[in-house]
T-cell receptor
Framework: DSGVTQTPKHLITATGQRVTLRCSPRSGDLSVYWYQQSLDQGLQFLIQYYNGEERAKGNILERFSAQQFPDLHSELNLSSLELGDSALYFC???????????FGPGTRLLVL | GQQLNQSPQSMFIQEGEDVSMNCTSSSIFNTWLWYKQDPGEGPVLLIALYKAGELTSNGRLTAQFGITRKDSFLNISASIPSDVGIYFCAGQMYGGSQGNLIFGKGTKLSVKP
């Protein structure tokens, strides 16, 4: 158990819908990272937050957004969902911005 | 997006055999990490390497940070059935706010008892 929690574990929805994925970092960690894992693209970095502020952006679509709240939990919002958005979404956390990242169990999203 | 070249893509070995996998990149990294992922689970950190040339062990696992900072390898000795899974290398660059990880595509390990 990494100490990072993610909810829900599974999510099935339809194209065009909007979903919110939630992540609680390890106790004391200030940085939260979101990654997408698909069969063809592997693990891809989406976005990083540090102590409530966005710090780095990777291959995140404009339809996706995230935020980190004062209690340091983070949410990833995916809107106008397409079939190709079906993937595993992982959250990772670290104490600072460059320390070792620990991954949560992931949310498996299926868009039908 | 940018990715590391990880090989082999898959391995089928007999229990008790040693395993070796590696990652190369055209970019220099400040940190190399090795993760293992079981089906339906998140990646679990196995070994973190912070200095060029560093050789680090964790039980039956040994990993090295290449001198050029562009490559790393992971060895597993005397494999056992629970070593089955997908192993990912990841590189991390510092500077600015770039703490995110760049991942290889993984090595899928199968172990025959």
């Amino acid at each position: 158990d990494s100490g990072v929690t993610q909810t829900p574990k599974h999510l099935i929805t339809a194209t065009g819908q909007r979903v919110t994925l939630r992540c609680s970092p390890r106790s004391g960690d200030l940085s939260v990272y979101w990654y997408q894992q698909s069969l063809d693209q592997g693990l891809q970095f989406l976005i990083q937050y540090y102590n409530g502020e966005e710090r780095a952006k990777g291959n995140i679509l404009e339809r996706f957004s995230a935020q980190q709240f004062p209690d340091l939990h983070s949410e990833l919002n995916l809107s106008s969902l397409e079939l190709g958005d079906s993937a595993l979404y992982f959250c990772a956390s670290s104490w600072g911005q460059e320390e070792t990242q620990y991954f949560g169990p992931g949310t498996r999203l299926l868009v039908l | 997006g940018q990715q590391l070249n990880q090989s082999p893509q898959s391995m089928f070995i007999q229990e008790g055999e040693d395993v070796s996998m590696n990652c190369t990149s055209s970019s220099i990294f400040n940190t190399w990490l090795w993760y293992k992922q079981d089906p339906g689970e998140g990646p679990v950190l196995l070994i973190a390497l912070y200095k060029a040339g560093e050789l680090t062990s964790n039980g039956r696992l040994t990993a090295q940070f290449g001198i050029t900072r562009k490559d790393s390898f992971l060895n597993i000795s005397a494999s056992i059935p629970s070593d089955v899974g997908i192993y990912f290398c990841a590189g991390q660059m510092y500077g600015g706010s770039q703490g995110n990880l760049i991942f290889g595509k993984g090595t899928k390990l199968s172990v025959k008892p």
